[in-house]
């Protein structure tokens, strides 16, 4: 799969992950893990650029002793999950053209 298309899946399947309730690092890769295989360090490249593109904050707060960082979706991060299902269709569209050309040949 290219790099850059899995690249922004990766980034709105954490948005969505995240989308009904704060989380964390641990619980989001159990999360996407029926899904897609997710490491540490990507998962936390990918939230630190969502950070920056403010398309989700975070907090600190104490766990059974340790500070654990959680990750909260915002407007922003909102919209771009909401743009992504509209982008989708188009990809969608194009796969079914694709398929299309295949399946005649």
Known sequence: MDAQLKRGLLDVC????IKNEDSY????????KPYT???ESTLY?????LESADYLTVRTAEHEGR???YYH????GINRLEA????????????????QEEENE
């Open 14 to 17: 954490v948005l969505a992950a």
């Open 25 to 32: 690092g641990y619980k989001i890769i159990k999360d996407l």
């Open 37 to 39: 295989e997710l490491s």
């Open 45 to 49: 490249t990918i939230l630190k650029r």
């Open 67 to 69: 500070l654990r960082k």
């Open 73 to 76: 979706i915002t407007q922003a």
């Open 84 to 99: 992504f299902r509209e982008e989708w269709k188009e990809v969608i569209s194009i796969y079914k053209f694709v398929s």
